[in-house]
């Protein structure tokens, strides 16, 4: 089973723009959640969603939103893109909801604003 | 409140040798408490873990020892491999079928000396 798919891989955007990341969930995951990673900050959550709602939502400015599609497949978006915004962005699925369900992680977009 | 607390930040043991890392929480609300490695340029992967009802968990070299009264939990790995040299991360989850989100450790470099 093919795992969760990330794309594009790398990105390089100026600041003021907006970038639009996709995921795929693992083949019958519903949650997709996302996460960023910096060196600074580590891993923080984003937000998570399950059957096309957002059902959890981190401390992050307005700036950052998603979107989740009936096939499962989910897209984050950031707008007016600042320096601090420079990260690995990592999607996670697994089979549903529920404090007990394994996340599997993709390999990351990893975002360069200059 | 929802912080989790990893020590140490890095790590270096021979090989054969067993590696410890520790983490602290303070959250009573959380009940999954994963482990994830990650290698550079890659996402985390899910390395072994634990559910509160249970002190200790083995799968292979690796163990997770919990301790809900202390409110702490660690990873031993047993005959360190220059393979494992990565960096480890501690999680714990919170929420349920309303939404759930992963808090990560600050991570631990682990390197393996041949």
């Known amino acids: 089973k093919a795992g969760v798919t990330q794309t594009p891989r790398y990105l390089i955007k100026t600041r003021g723009q907006q970038v639009t990341l996709s995921c795929s969930p693992i083949s019958g995951h519903r949650s997709v959640s996302w996460y960023q990673q910096t060196p600074g900050q580590g891993l923080q959550f ?3 969603y399950f059957s096309e709602t957002q059902r959890n939502k981190g401390n992050f400015p307005g700036r950052f939103s998603g979107r989740q599609f009936s096939n499962s497949r989910s897209e984050m978006n950031v707008s007016t893109l600042e320096l ?3 990260a690995l962005y990592l999607c996670a699925s697994s089979l549903a909801l529920g404090a007990w369900e394994t996340q599997y992680f993709g390999p990351g977009t990893r975002l360069l604003v200059l | 409140q929802q912080q989790v607390k990893q020590s140490p930040q890095s790590l270096i043991v021979q090989k ?15 009940d999954y408490f994963p482990w994830y490695q990650q290698f550079p340029g890659k996402g985390p ?8 009802d249970v002190s200790e968990k083995k799968e292979g070299r690796f163990t997770i020892s919990f301790n809900k009264s202390a409110k702490q939990f660690s990873l031993h790995i047993m005959d360190s491999q220059p393979g494992d040299s990565a960096t480890y991360f501690c999680a ?3 929420g349920g079928t309303s939404g759930s989100r992963l808090t990560f450790g600050e991570g631990t470099q682990l390197t393996v000396n041949p």
Do not use: H, M, Q, V
Not at chain 2, 45 to 52: E, K
């Open chain 2, 45 to 52: 992967a899910l390395l072994i873990a634990i559910r509160p």
């Open chain 1, 46 to 48: 984003l937000f998570e």
């Open chain 2, 92 to 94: 714990a989850k919170s």
């Open chain 1, 84 to 86: 601090g915004d420079s």
């Open chain 2, 16 to 30: 054969g040798g067993i590696s410890i890392i520790n983490c602290a929480y303070e959250n009573t609300a959380f």
